[in-house]
């Protein structure tokens, strides 16, 4: 099992999602309420200059709650679809590209990240962790847990079929996937999920390093600062995930 998340686990609890909608439709009907009733004291009264305190203090209400809703619901999700494994045990000259890469597994190099992610502790002292890390053969005998490539598919649809916004921090992007993988391990190690996806233009395909998947803007904003802080990420960015992105990753989180 991999590390535990600081950031919201990407599951479906349909039932917190479908709470906060309903109450934050509730605040804003109380909220016009109030107001309203405020303006028609005011206008009795004649206190003309007290309405833009009481419409400041109305929105004030609703951005408080609204914020406290958001940061309850981060790390509610549990999903109901459990994580499946299956267990490798290395050969003489894997590697954790290679195993990603195969057929029966990912199907692509790129997802290295998600092996090591939820085999932290197998590899941690395995080879060395520099750039060539993921290209470098593993020693034979290794028991790694793989999370099976229908349970991410199965876990990522109903998720996206639940939840329709998600946001990442973009954190690197090179056009070598090599020169993302120290950094990389850097923010596995630190707990965080991340994942590489590709970017193309019209003479470079970019390898962009990501963490996610943040269920608000406000909470990737805590966290894009948090990452700035431990290590040292200044020029990290915020990016609404595509729903392609979405389903691609979003089911390797617990």
């Not at 209400?61 to 981060?74: D, I, M, R």
């Not at 195993?99 to 790129?110: D, F, R």
């Given at each position: 099992m991999g590390p535990s998340q600081p950031q919201a686990k990407a599951t479906g609890n349909e039932a917190c999602q479908k709470i906060r909608i309903y109450v934050q439709y509730l605040l804003c009907i109380y909220c016009c309420i109030c107001y309203r009733r405020s303006m028609l004291k005011i206008r009795l009264s004649h206190s003309m200059a007290m309405k833009p305190f009481v419409f400041a203090g109305a929105l004030i209400?609703?951005?408080?709650?609204?914020?406290?809703?958001?940061?309850?619901?981060?790390g509610s999700f549990d999903m109901e679809t459990p994580l499946q494994y299956t267990i490798h045990v290395t050969r003489q000259g894997d590697t954790l590209c290679d195993?990603?890469?195969?057929?029966?597994?990912?199907?692509?190099?790129?997802?290295?990240?998600?092996?090591?992610?939820?085999?932290?502790?197998?590899?941690?002292?395995?080879?060395?962790?520099?750039?060539?890390?993921?290209?470098?053969?593993?020693?034979?005998?290794?028991?790694?847990?793989?999370?099976?490539?229908?349970n991410v598919k199965n876990r990522s649809e109903k998720i996206l079929r639940e939840y329709k916004n998600f946001w990442t921090i973009n954190v690197m992007s090179r056009d070598q996937s090599r020169d993302l993988t120290e950094l990389a391990i850097q923010i596995m190690d630190q707990g965080y999920y991340c994942y590489i996806t590709k970017f193309v233009t019209e003479?470079?395909?970019?390898?962009?390093?990501?963490?996610?998947?943040?269920?608000?803007?406000?909470?990737?904003?805590?966290?894009?600062?948090?990452?700035?802080?431990?290590?040292?990420?200044?020029?990290?960015?915020?990016?609404?995930?595509?729903?392609?992105?979405?389903?691609?990753?979003?089911?390797?989180?617990?």
């Open positions: 209400l609703l951005v408080v709650l609204n914020t406290s809703l958001s940061l309850a619901w981060e195993i990603a890469a195969s057929p029966e597994v990912y199907g692509s190099c790129l997802k290295w990240p998600q092996l090591y992610y939820y085999n932290i502790d197998e590899l941690r002292d395995t080879v060395a962790h520099d750039m060539d890390f993921p290209f470098t053969p593993l020693p034979p005998g290794l028991s790694m847990a793989i999370i099976h490539p229908s003479d470079t395909v970019w390898k962009r390093l990501r963490v996610g998947f943040f269920p608000s803007l406000e909470i990737t904003r805590e966290k894009q600062l948090e990452l700035g802080e431990k290590l040292g990420l200044s020029d990290a960015w915020i990016n609404k995930a595509t729903p392609e992105e979405v389903l691609e990753f979003i089911g390797f989180l617990e």
